[in-house]
């Protein structure tokens, strides 16, 4: 193409055309394709590479993406969120559940012998029960009689977790107009394994916008599962007009190691995040 | 639409969250695909704007979960790349999960197209890189030949010359017909 059509291509393309000059012009382009392919490579030019809302958003994701370098540096740099406080605490507690636990296999670790299970979630039944009496719930006290297989050594080692969403447990995730409290199941109850009525209670607090709706998700400790959303149980949570809810449901529970995720429905944001053992 | 709020409105803190929360899930897809970390943050800063692209149409309404939306646009834009390189097989687990739509899968090529003239751009001299990216920052010519030393003509001049070898070199690499070719279908194809 000569020097004319250039400038004219310039100039179109910085809209400094008088009218007249400019219709002729998009009178050409209608009419030549190869002329309408340059201005469309020249226009797609100056979006990806001139100053743009996409390029503003780059500049703080490579920001933000500076900060991890290596894959460690993710929990690291977590650590000086404000969630650091509560997993503080967390990982304490979680040191002297640990510490019992393992004194509790100990003794129990010359008893019986019990398959490597994997973990999963047997639906006893299809309809969640609001307003269940509660006394059909199980007892999760280890020093129940217990039907279930016993384990040959100890069973914490088999239930291995899910990296990525330990970081989550024992914090409210999300901070905002509005926060979520779950009171039951208490965090880090262990259930007896075999037929159960698993409660999910608590109350909300803040401005919930309107629309906004929840689901809770229970994961095994399957990676691959979790990487794919692919929950045993995703349950919708209706909030009542006091703004609290109550989650009822039948299952049968297998022993492993299980996840609770409860989810704003329409942003995917993580509002509280627990596990429980099944043994 | 928390998260993509935070993506739409480019706040760090969300976004912050959004890495935290979800790259490491990334990398150990890809990790399990021949990809290192490198490679998925890489993926995963494209799958952030191709969803900043897309959550921006009028009337954008998320039908699935975050994550899997995310990790969905990741994978394919991870898958493509595979393809593109052909470094390995694709395992199951890689090709599962969300469904990407006509309509998406527009935004990830056009986000490609946007990384290959990134790329051609940053093979340019340093003056051809300085000069150009004034233009394409609108800045008026006289104020780019009276701050580079320069007269209007000669910035005239050699802008058209950097663009000239910025456009050869986008259009002699191969994915760039590739590229284009998809976008083409895609906008030519009906709906249904």
């Given at each position: 193409m000569d020097n004319h059509i250039d400038d004219l291509i310039a100039d179109y393309l910085a809209d400094t055309l008088d009218p007249a000059t400019r219709q002729d012009f998009e009178r050409r382009l209608a009419a030549d394709p190869d002329l309408a392919a340059r201005i469309e490579l020249e226009t797609s030019l100056i979006d990806a590479l001139g100053a743009s809302p996409e390029n503003h958003l780059r500049s703080t994701l490579r920001s933000i993406a500076g900060q991890?370098?290596?894959?460690e540096s993710l929990s690291s740099v977590e650590g000086n969120t404000p969630l650091s406080k509560g997993r503080i605490w967390w990982f304490f507690t979680g040191f002297l559940v640990l510490i019992g636990a393992v004194a509790l296999l100990i003794l129990r670790q010359q008893e019986e012998p019990a398959p490597s299970i994997p973990p999963t979630l047997q639906q006893e039944s299809p309809t969640t029960t609001p307003g269940a009496p509660t006394e059909d719930l199980p007892k999760t006290n280890d020093s129940q009689p217990n039907n279930s297989p016993r384990p040959s050594r100890p069973v914490a080692a088999d239930f291995r977790p899910i990296q990525n969403l330990e970081t989550y447990i024992g914090s409210q995730v999300r901070s905002g107009d509005f926060r979520l409290y779950v009171e039951e199941p208490r965090s880090g109850v262990t259930f007896r394994a075999g037929r159960m009525n698993f409660r999910l209670s608590g109350k909300t607090e803040g401005a919930i916008p309107a629309g906004q709706t929840f689901h809770t998700m229970l994961f095994s400790n399957d990676l691959k599962d979790f990487e794919a959303m692919r929950p045993v149980e995703n349950l919708a949570l209706a909030l009542k007009p006091d703004a609290r809810f109550l989650l009822e449901k039948n299952l049968v529970l297998q022993p492993g190691l299980y996840y609770i995720i409860i989810e704003?429905?329409?942003?995917?944001?993580?509002l509280f995040v627990d596990k429980f053992l099944v043994k | 639409m928390y998260f993509i709020r935070g993506i739409l409105n480019n706040e760090a803190p969300v976004l912050g969250e959004i890495y935290r929360k979800f790259l490491p899930v990334l990398f150990g897809m890809l990790r399990r695909n021949g990809g290192t970390f490198e490679d998925a943050r890489d993926v995963f800063q494209e799958a952030l704007v191709v969803v900043f692209h897309h959550a921006a149409r009028p009337g954008f309404q998320l039908t699935a979960p975050f994550q899997s939306y995310l990790l969905g646009i990741s994978r394919f834009i991870w898958f493509r790349q595979l393809k593109k390189n052909a470094r390995m097989e694709v395992t199951s687990d890689l090709e599962e999960g969300f469904d990407i739509d006509e309509d998406l899968e527009q935004k990830i090529f056009e986000s490609e197209k946007r990384n290959l003239f990134r790329e051609k751009f940053d093979r340019l001299g340093p003056d051809c890189r300085q000069l150009l990216q004034r233009f394409f920052d609108r800045e008026p010519l006289l104020h780019i030949a009276e701050d580079m030393g320069y007269t209007a003509d000669y910035v005239k001049k050699k802008n058209k010359v950097c663009k000239a070898k910025l456009m050869e070199l986008i259009q002699n690499d191969p994915r760039f017909g590739e590229i284009t070719s998809h976008i083409r279908l895609s906008k030519t194809s009906p709906d249904f």
């Open positions: 991890y370098e290596t894959p704003e429905e329409q942003s995917g944001a993580w | -």
